[in-house]
């Protein structure tokens, strides 16, 4: 199976999969039955400058669909009888069938349809959806709870996207009721990582659409420690439903480039100790580095250890 038909697969099962199957997408070239001016029959690489004439299909309710295929294996199941198709990059795909609607694998068993909006927020945001900046400029009063009925669904998914940030520490969750802004409350995710983070909130936003509870808007707010408000609600009164295990702060600070240094340094140190002091065996000299390395990242990821969440069960 070819890496965007499995992608495909695993982000119809797997929510928390979707924003790296929008990612694959994006980046892959995609299959699409269809003509154009350029010479050849058969299958085609659309060439620069050729005009394309693409295939339609109607669903059920006589809506018109563009398909559009991840493998060749999946055309091929989708197809009665020969038709020319073409070869070309999803990104240049979407860019040219703006405002149409368009189906990946129609007649297969996993297909996902795209309306307009969804292929506009994934040419500028990389996911399926786009989300609403709210800026707060003056102080509100808000009432911050927990909801009645927890979103396990949306917690579990979200949980497993954070797991594969490494700029996240820790996410929480509260219901908040802003009573000068909606009748009704709204689902509050709050985010503790470091550096930018608003493409894991972007990619947040979009395991949520597909996963919040039906009619519950949900927002997603930047927490630190020491901030007051929500922030202080959410670390004093709320456990993480998702919190960095320390060991992946270890292993996050190895990846960047001080932790990178450190260890070659080491290696070279290693290799050398032999010219710098040649009275030291190395049964003696590695295990004295290494321990000089695992101090030096201890005391680097002192401190980005986050609480880890209690036990509980959705209420």
């Not at 018109?64 to 009665?80: D, G, T």
């Amino acid at each position: 199976m070819e890496r965007l038909e499995s992608a495909l697969a695993t982000a119809a099962a797997d929510p928390a999969a979707r924003p790296e199957f929008y990612r694959i997408l994006l980046e892959s070239e995609i299959y699409v039955l269809g003509s154009s001016n350029a010479p050849g029959e058969g299958g085609q690489t659309l060439p620069a400058g050729a005009t394309l004439s693409l295939a339609q299909w109607k669903k059920a309710d006589g809506t018109a669909v563009i398909p559009f295929f991840a493998s060749m294996e999946a055309l091929q199941r989708a197809l009665k009888e020969p038709a020319q198709y073409l070869a070309m990059p999803a990104r240049a795909f979407f860019e040219m069938t703006s405002g149409a609607r368009l189906v990946i694998n129609p007649a297969s068993d996993y297909a996902k349809e795209f309306a307009p909006h969804e292929i506009a927020a994934l040419l500028r945001t990389g996911v399926n959806s786009t989300l609403a900046v709210d800026e707060v400029h003056e102080p509100r009063k808000v009432l911050l709870g927990q909801p009645a009925e927890y979103p396990a669904a949306m917690v579990t998914a979200l949980a497993k996207l954070m797991a594969r940030h490494a700029s996240v520490k820790g996410a929480y969750l509260c219901l908040m009721h802003d009573p000068s802004a909606s009748d009704k409350p709204a689902l509050v995710v709050g985010l503790e990582g470091e550096g930018d983070l608003v493409q894991v909130i972007q990619e947040a936003g979009s395991v949520a659409a597909d996963t919040a509870p039906t009619g519950w808007p949900v927002n997603f707010v930047e927490i630190k420690r020491g901030q007051p408000g929500i922030a202080r609600h959410m670390f004093t009164a709320v456990s993480p439903f998702y919190a960095r295990k320390h060991a992946d702060g270890v292993s996050a600070w190895l990846r960047t480039p001080a932790g990178r240094a450190l260890c070659v340094f080491a290696i070279i140190l290693g290799i050398v100790h032999h010219a710098l002091f040649p009275q030291v065996p190395s049964a003696i000299a590695w295990p004295v580095i290494f321990c000089i390395l695992m101090v030096c990242v201890l005391l680097a990821t002192r401190g980005k250890r986050p609480t880890l969440p209690a036990e509980r069960s959705p209420k």
